[in-house]
């Protein structure tokens, strides 16, 4: 099952850097189901696709092809039909140009570095959440980070441990990516005595109390969605999506193998010829 194929070559040095998620997931030898669903993130964060159902059958729906910027992204897109169905003979063309495509970025680089570096960019993704100063930092995190934290192993004990609890802003790529709203609850806004928003007036003469806005006032363009909800639907993310995306993983990954580091075959005969003497 190892679809990453060994390169004969001197090894290089230096860190690639610059790989895209699900690049650097083929580079850490990811399970496929859970490189195929970063493409997919990567695509709904940046408003090219969005996820209509998950349940009982994946569909998506191409939004914009132009955000598709990398080819494996433009690969993906074509994967999709017309009516949101998924195309897993096409995905596995996907994953298969991915694996080739990572392989050749890392001529030239070491391996071994290149790995531990990716692997730091995950772990400091989870620092970075432990150390941030309060929900809406947390919140932050999460939204610009998401991919990076799911990478690693044990994220979904993680994302109990750090977003369990207390209520998160809903990351701007929630609704393209779960193809839901999210449960919610308003935010509350804060505004100085006789100060309200410009987009919340009010009649002349009103008075506001610090700290306090009437409820007609309040901002609802953020919200936020209590810590269980978010911490649920993060766990059970590959759930749903990854059977959708490539099937059984196992057949999936097998058939990228066969071409991306197919088994040798033996040739000839077993023994009895002898050899010129040349080595």
Do not use: C
């Not at 039909?81 to 994953?95: P, W, Y």
């Not at 911490?231 to 990954?253: Q, R, S, W």
């Amino acid at each position: 099952m190892k679809y990453l194929p060994p390169v004969v070559s001197i090894e290089g040095t230096g860190v690639r850097r610059g790989l895209a998620s699900p690049e650097a997931a083929i580079l850490l030898e990811m399970p496929l189901d859970r490189m195929m669903t970063l493409i997919l993130f990567n695509l709904a964060r940046k408003g090219g696709v969005a996820v209509l159902a998950r349940q009982p059958k994946l569909k998506l729906k191409v939004m914009d092809r132009e955000k598709a910027t990398e080819d494996y992204e433009k690969a993906f897109l074509e994967a999709i039909g017309e009516d949101g169905s998924v195309s897993q003979t096409a995905m596995q063309r996907v994953a298969v140009g991915m694996v080739k495509s990572v392989n050749e970025k890392m001529r030239g680089y070491s391996h071994k570095d290149s790995v531990n570096y990716y692997r730091q960019i995950i772990q400091q993704s989870w620092d970075e959440a432990k150390i941030a100063a309060g929900p809406e930092e947390r919140s932050r995190v999460l939204e610009d980070n998401y991919d990076w934290m799911t990478m690693d192993r044990d994220y979904r004990t993680r994302v109990r441990d750090h977003y369990g609890t207390g209520q998160y802003y809903q990351p701007r790529w929630w609704d393209s990516y779960y193809g839901r709203p999210a449960r919610t609850v308003p935010v509350p806004v804060v505004a100085p005595a006789g100060k309200l928003p410009a987009e919340a007036p009010l009649q002349p003469g009103t008075t506001i109390p610090a700290g306090k806005i009437p409820a007609e006032a309040a901002d609802t363009s953020r919200v936020r969605m209590p810590g269980p909800a978010l911490a649920e639907a993060i766990e059970t993310d590959a759930k749903h999506l990854a059977p959708g995306l490539v099937g059984d993983v196992g057949a999936f990954t097998a058939k990228v193998t066969d071409v991306t580091n197919p088994v040798p075959v033996s040739s000839g005969s077993s023994g009895g010829s002898s050899s010129s003497g040349h080595s």
